[in-house]
């Protein structure tokens, strides 16, 4: 359904996606053609966003630029808030009022990839004043209510602005951008006018932003829209000074329903609770004591059913990890009630925000070009999960066995490794004859050195063996081959002279 989420072939995730798809038969009813200005407009631009990804095959090239368009809500002095895919990889952002008389380079002010959200101002000092002096701010609208009346806000090209009447279903957390990545959304049924593509449109309860359009399914006539708990907690946040991000526990949880496993944890049929499956390593959970085999039976005194659900206040039923990322913020104290071997335990976790830079293979990469290495027309590469989705729509099952083990079982390489870095293949040079099928080999050592990181690889290639010999160890079966050192650093002068831009980069 969420047709803002599929990724394409390529290490992107953002800025190759399709526009927002809307319905080709709306009903009039329940949609409505505003003709004479209203004062949204006062409320809202455009944004224009150019972005650029990296090639995974040629990690020092860039793919063709591509262009983004949406319609952003101005939520304070200078301030407009987007999704954070309006900005992933940008090269050149744009706000433009909607009637097109002014336009101006933008900035970005804060951006969360997970929450998939950015606020954004005008650049220039002396710009913001005059592009901002007749528009109005949008407060801030008081969580709704299942079964409540949403508008969604459209401006067309032409300047024609359009509300969409819409009912607020459910709410659920799910993912908009990001795998594995859950916030409170709100799920609305709404016929949607065809208008200006669009990536996301401000979502409106009486004038005021109650949410952020992400997605739209034109044959259930589903949006997924970005609850308004998110949006404020993160402007929150920026408005607090230095943004922090929002929190993580740092576990992974399975359900209990299955009577056999629930009779092995020693739980009893008044109790919920959800098992603790891994425990991330630093993690806030970990640095409070949480262990894998732990069943979590509530976090901050509600209790979380089989399945993982808890009794909001305000919602009704929604997923526990709303909790951690939507009800708190980094260091806040997060209690916990556990039952470990039967017994019960009450700990406190103190919150932390967990980066995707800190992980052995990153989630993603935005903003950031990634490290590489060429030598002698070796390719050297770090594994990022955009790397594994190069291998096409089923990379969970194409992906070499390999790489696959090393983002699904990280503690496993975490020892000796702060990066997994393999060869991902290979030019055909002089230096690799014989080496033209290698690929997808994790590194080892090079030179005797245990290789950690992009940087300890490239430290390695300046000091060859005694015969001036590289030697390259893989982890597969201890498997060795050799580069010599002459001939590569004359393959590389070759290489820079016919178009290779740079051999490595490790930042």
């Not at 009813?29 to 040629?58: C, G, Y």
């Not at 300047?159 to 799920?187: I, K």
Request: with cysteine; proline share 6%.
């Amino acid at each position: 359904m969420k047709y803002l989420s599929l990724l394409p072939l390529a290490l992107v995730l953002a800025s190759c996606e399709q526009p927002l798809k809307t319905a080709q038969a709306p009903t009039p009813v329940e949609a409505k053609i505003v003709t004479e200005p209203v004062s949204l407009t006062e409320s809202v631009t455009r944004i224009n966003s150019t972005s650029q990804t990296w090639n995974p095959a040629q990690p020092w090239e860039k793919r063709p630029p591509k262009n983004l368009r949406s319609l952003g809500a101005i939520v304070g002095p200078g301030q407009v808030l987007t999704t954070s895919e309006m900005v992933a990889d940008s090269t050149y952002i744009e706000l433009e009022l909607p009637d097109g008389s002014k336009t101006a380079e933008a900035e970005i002010v804060a951006v969360d990839y997970e929450a998939n959200l950015a606020l954004l101002t005008v650049k220039s000092d002396e710009e913001r004043e005059t592009f901002f002096q007749n528009t109005r701010p949008l407060p801030l609208a008081p969580p709704p209510s299942i079964g409540d009346p949403i508008q969604i806000f459209q401006v067309e090209d032409n300047g024609t602005t359009l509300l969409t009447n819409g009912t607020l279903q459910s709410v659920e957390t799910a993912n908009s951008f990001l795998p594995n990545q859950s916030f409170l959304t709100y799920l609305v049924k709404a016929s949607m006018q065809s208008a200006a593509s669009s990536f996301s449109l401000p979502v409106i309860i009486d004038d005021n932003l109650a949410g952020i359009l992400l997605s739209y399914d034109s044959n259930d006539q589903i949006s997924d829209v970005l609850s308004i708990d998110v949006i404020s907690r993160f402007l929150g946040n920026v408005r607090n000074g230095e943004y922090a991000g929002f929190p993580s526990l740092g576990v992974s949880v399975a359900r209990t329903e299955d009577p056999s496993f629930r009779k092995f944890l020693k739980l009893g049929e008044e109790n919920g609770g959800i098992y603790v499956s891994s425990v991330k390593t630093g993690g806030a959970a970990d640095l409070a004591g949480v262990q894998k085999g732990d069943v979590i039976l509530s976090a901050d005194s509600f209790p979380i059913d089989r399945r993982g659900y808890y009794q909001h206040p305000h919602y009704g039923s929604v997923f526990w990890g709303h909790i951690v990322r939507g009800e708190k913020a980094t260091g806040d104290e997060l209690k916990l009630e556990l039952l470990r071997d039967g017994e019960p335990v009450e700990i406190a976790a103190t919150l932390t925000r967990a980066e995707a830079q800190d992980n052995l293979v990153p989630d993603y990469q935005f903003d950031r070009a990634p490290n590489f290495l060429v030598k002698g027309g070796l390719i050297f590469q770090e594994l990022t999960r955009p790397v594994l989705q190069a291998f096409g729509k089923d990379w969970t099952s194409r992906a070499p066995l390999n790489l696959l083990d090393a983002y699904e079982n990280p503690e496993k390489y975490e020892d000796n490794a702060k990066r997994v870095i393999f060869l991902s293949g290979s030019i055909p040079t002089p230096a690799t004859v014989g080496y033209e099928s290698l690929r997808n080999l994790i590194v080892k050592k090079v030179n005797g050195v245990e290789i950690d990181s992009m940087k300890t690889l490239i430290e390695a290639f300046e000091k060859p063996n005694t015969d001036n010999l590289h030697s390259i160890e893989f982890l597969e079966e201890n498997f060795t081959v050799y580069l010599d050192e002459a001939l590569s650093t004359s393959v590389d002068s070759m290489l820079l002279q016919r178009g290779l831009n740079r051999l490595s980069r490790a930042e």
